[in-house]
Each structure stands twice: as structure tokens, then as C-alpha cells.
């Protein structure tokens, strides 16, 4: 006959199982902080145009591009970023982190500021002869240095000039306005590939977002 457990080994039980969930917590937490943990990994401090962030030391290119009073990008260079407005980033292995920020006097709703953005790279778009395709994911919300964010899951499929098969960026897209420093800010990081989608699934984008965030300061 099997003997029934005893009160002393069911709360050992319990316990352990107790201990374990604290365990899977704590380690969740400690991922989703690894940043601040692991400041080796984006040593390089990067400060201008009043708003910082870290990035790591091995970009494969880094770029500052004004825009015109249209917010086209001058990849030229004859107008610089100002305050208000530019956009800075770099790329890494095949993906591409930015921070694009423009002055706005009226202060855009979370609903209305990623239209904003999908107006931006249109625009953006036609002036380079290219043709865009755009499929947006759920509308969601987050948070950077305490401002609540619009977040949205995108693939941008991009036609070039002369292309016989598409270019695939695809990833999040965050934006918010910062009632400190009166400017709209958005942060993307992309995954680039030809021919297809990047193989990617929308949790690991939204890491790779919040990753880059989590260095961001948009105001002091």
C-alpha cells in the first residue's frame, strides 16, 4: 500500500517549486536588464543634439543625416542634424538601429504619432524613386524614460530602381513625444534581408528594440 505524503514532505514540496518560480523570475528580470548589467557590450557612449544613448563598438557604419523642412533625409550631407530635428544611427550584421526626432508644436496622440513615421518613410521613399510596400502589425504601447510609447511589429518591402526582387527591413518601430524637450522621437531597429522576410519572430524584434531603449536618454 502506498503511505500517504506527510504535511512536513508536501510543504517541502511546495517550497521547492516556490524557489523555483523565484528562480525563473529573477532570471526573466536579470535578461530583461542586461543591459545595465553588461555595459561592455555597448561601451560607446553616444551624446549630441540633446539626447543619448550606447552603442556597441563594432558598427559596420555610423551615420548623422539632416532633413529638410519636408523631413526628407539629406543623405548628402548638406544639412546636418540640429535639435529639431535629424536622425542618427548605425548598422550592425545585417541590422539597422536609428533614433529620428523632429520639434512639433502640436503634440500628436499615441494613435495619431506613428502616422507620423509611416508618413516620414513614404515620402522618404518616392523622393528616391523607390516603391514601398508597408504591412503594420498590432498597435501596442511601451515606455522610455518615463514618456508612454506607440509600438507596432512593421515590414517595409522596398522596390529599387532596377531591382528585379525586393529588399525586406522589418521590425518595431517606437514613438513618443518628449514633453521636456517638445520633440517627437522614434527608435527602430531592423532586420535587412533580399528576396524575402528576415527570419525573425516578433519577440525577438521587440528585444531587440527594447535592448537599444534601454541605452536611450531623450532628455536629462
Not at 146 to 157: D, Y
Request: charged share 25%; proline share 4%; hydrophobic share 35%.
Amino acid at each position: 500500500m502506498r503511505a500517504k505524503k506527510s504535511d512536513t514532505e508536501s510543504w517541502v514540496l511546495r517550497d521547492r517549486w516556490l524557489i523555483i518560480i523565484v528562480l525563473i523570475i529573477a532570471g526573466i528580470t536579470l535578461w530583461n536588464s542586461r543591459v545595465d548589467l553588461f555595459p561592455d557590450r555597448f561601451p560607446i557612449e553616444y551624446s549630441n543634439y540633446g539626447f543619448t544613448f550606447r552603442h556597441p563598438k563594432d558598427t559596420d557604419s555610423f551615420w548623422e543625416v539632416g532633413l529638410d523642412n519636408e523631413n526628407v533625409f539629406d543623405y548628402t550631407g548638406t544639412i546636418r542634424p540640429s535639435e529639431d530635428r535629424g536622425m542618427v544611427g548605425y548598422s550592425r550584421k545585417g541590422q539597422e538601429v536609428a533614433i529620428t526626432w523632429s520639434a512639433m508644436e502640436q503634440v500628436p496622440t499615441l494613435g495619431e504619432i506613428l502616422e507620423v513615421y509611416y508618413n516620414s518613410v513614404i515620402v522618404n521613399s518616392e523622393r528616391r524613386d523607390r516603391e514601398i510596400t508597408i504591412t503594420r502589425g498590432e498597435l501596442e504601447t511601451g515606455e522610455v524614460n518615463g514618456h508612454t510609447t506607440a509600438l507596432q511589429f512593421h515590414t517595409l518591402e522596398i522596390m529599387m530602381p532596377g531591382s528585379s526582387e525586393p529588399l525586406y527591413a522589418e521590425g518595431y518601430v517606437s514613438g513618443w513625444y518628449c514633453q521636456s524637450t517638445g520633440r517627437v522621437f522614434f527608435g527602430y531597429v531592423f532586420q535587412w534581408n533580399t528576396g524575402q522576410p528576415p527570419d525573425q519572430t516578433e519577440v525577438q524584434a521587440l528585444a531587440r528594440l527594447n535592448t537599444f531603449l534601454k541605452t536611450l536618454r531623450c532628455h536629462g
